[in-house]
């Protein structure tokens, strides 16, 4: 089976322009997390979603960031604008909905300059 | 809400030693705990997992922990360490009853020297 699929792996950029980056979760999993790594704060949870709708954003830094999920196979997290501090390793994790072990994809390493 | 404490940020450890990873926990509810290792430029991959019953958990590559309920510890060993066991290590743990809720430590950084 394929795993939790994430694009682009890795994403250099300017600073003050829009990041978007793409996740593909398990098929049939129904929780979807974002989390960011960091040297300084470690991981960190972003948000995430149980069947497509976001139950928790309390980890999403600021305004500059938003995360979606229009449908079951899809979700975004959009940087707009994007800042010098937000480079780390984004990854998506999912979850079967009744499950207790959640799934990491191999993450998008992005760079902001 | 839970947290989780990795008392090592490093561990260097020659290959064929023995190795411990340690890790405590605090919640004020019942819990779930986990093991996750991370290769250089890869995601998170579990390791091993505690949901209930034995207190002792066997996980892949001959790794296994112990759930110490009463030190609140969840710490993670290797009898016989293996250069490509060189990795980060993060626990983490998240409530029974809302799972979601799922925190890491800061993770130690096993370097197995030859």
């Known amino acids: 089976d394929a795993g939790v699929i994430q694009s682009p792996r890795h994403e250099v950029t300017e600073m003050g322009q829009e990041v978007t980056l793409r996740c593909k979760p398990i098929s049939g999993h129904n929780s979807l997390f974002w989390y960011r790594q960091t040297m300084m704060r470690g991981l960190e949870l972003l948000i995430y979603f149980n069947n497509n709708v976001p139950i928790d954003d309390s980890g999403m830094p600021e305004d500059r960031f938003s995360a979606k999920m229009p449908n079951a196979s899809f979700s975004t997290l959009k940087i707009q604008p994007s800042e010098p501090r937000d480079s780390a390793v984004y990854f998506c994790?999912?979850?079967?909905?009744?499950?207790?072990?959640?799934?990491f994809g191999e993450g998008s390493w992005l760079t902001v300059v | 809400a839970q947290s989780v404490t990795q008392l090592d940020s490093q561990v260097p450890v020659f290959e064929e030693a023995p190795v411990e990873l340690r890790c405590n926990y605090s919640?004020?509810?019942?819990?779930?705990l986990f093991w996750y290792v991370q290769y250089p430029n890869q995601g998170l991959q579990l390791l091993l997992k505690?949901?209930?019953?034995?207190?002792l958990v066997k996980g892949i590559n001959g790794f296994e922990a112990e759930f110490n309920k009463s030190q609140t510890s969840f710490h993670l060993r290797k009898p016989s360490v293996h250069i490509s066991d060189t990795a980060e290590y993060f626990c983490a743990v998240s409530g029974q009853y809302n799972n979601n809720d799922m925190r890491f430590g800061a993770g130690t950084r096993l370097t197995v020297k030859p």
């Open positions: 505690y949901l209930s019953g034995s207190t």
């Open positions: 919640s004020s509810v019942s819990v779930y």
């Open positions: 994790a999912t979850r079967a909905f009744s499950g207790n072990t959640i799934y």
